[in-house]
């Protein structure tokens, strides 16, 4: 008689699903520390946590973030958003860079909700970058989102790869930008641009 019963398939979890505080209590080992000292206990789920938090911008979705934020408007000004916060992790060393940074464009037919500008940072921020990507993507997602006349971000970041590491001064920072459109094309649009984030 042919059984019914189900096959059961053990499945895997998927790679980025599996835990990581194991590692983390085999990288505390590999260190030199005792991972089994009570300072260290938690640790790993601690790492763990804080890992998942700040990469938690491969798992957002664009879409999600900005739906219901897209307004059409009579609006054709430039739209300037300056010193938007932001924290991300080098993809060269895992360490933090953070800074700030300056977005701005110029509406055609639509505008972004502007509390959702900072969100759309945070979700590539959230990621292991370089400066010069992050920087890329935000331009470029403003732009295939809303389809502005054109779109400038600047960013300027330390590096603690760079401060902790003696690579740099301490006080030096990178500044990177990303013009698109008219803010590429025209000068007069990048100059009222670069006049209204230098502004104190
Ligand atoms: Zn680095």
Redesign the pocket.
């Known amino acids: 008689m042919k059984s019914n019963k189900a096959v059961v398939k053990v499945m895997s979890p998927k790679r980025e699903d599996q835990p990581l505080a194991p590692l983390i209590e085999d990288l505390l080992g590999r260190l030199g520390e005792n991972p089994k000292r009570d300072g260290l206990l938690r640790t790993p789920h601690r790492v763990e946590g804080a890992l998942r938090f700040l990469t938690s911008g491969y798992r957002a979705d664009i879409r999600k973030v900005l739906n219901g934020a897209l307004y059409e408007v009579k609006y054709d000004e430039m739209v300037v958003v300056r010193d938007i916060e932001f924290f991300s992790l080098?993809?060269?060393?895992?360490?933090p860079?953070f800074g700030k940074m300056h977005i701005a464009y110029l509406p055609q037919k639509k505008v972004i909700g502007l509390s959702k500008i900072p969100r759309l940072v945070d979700v590539f921020a959230r990621r292991l970058q370089?400066q010069e990507r992050l920087t890329q993507q935000v331009a470029q997602t403003i732009q295939e989102t809303i389809n502005p006349l054109g779109v400038g971000v600047i960013c300027e970041a330390k590096?603690?790869?760079?401060m902790m590491r003696g690579v740099e001064k301490q006080h030096s920072g990178a500044m990177t930008s990303a013009m698109l459109g008219a803010f590429r094309d025209r000068k007069d649009t990048r100059d009222e641009f670069l006049a209204l984030v230098t502004r104190l």
């Not at 080098?90 to 360490?95: G, R, V």
């Not at 590096?159 to 760079?162: I, N, S, T």
């Open positions: 080098c993809e060269h060393h895992m360490l860079f370089i590096h603690l790869c760079m």
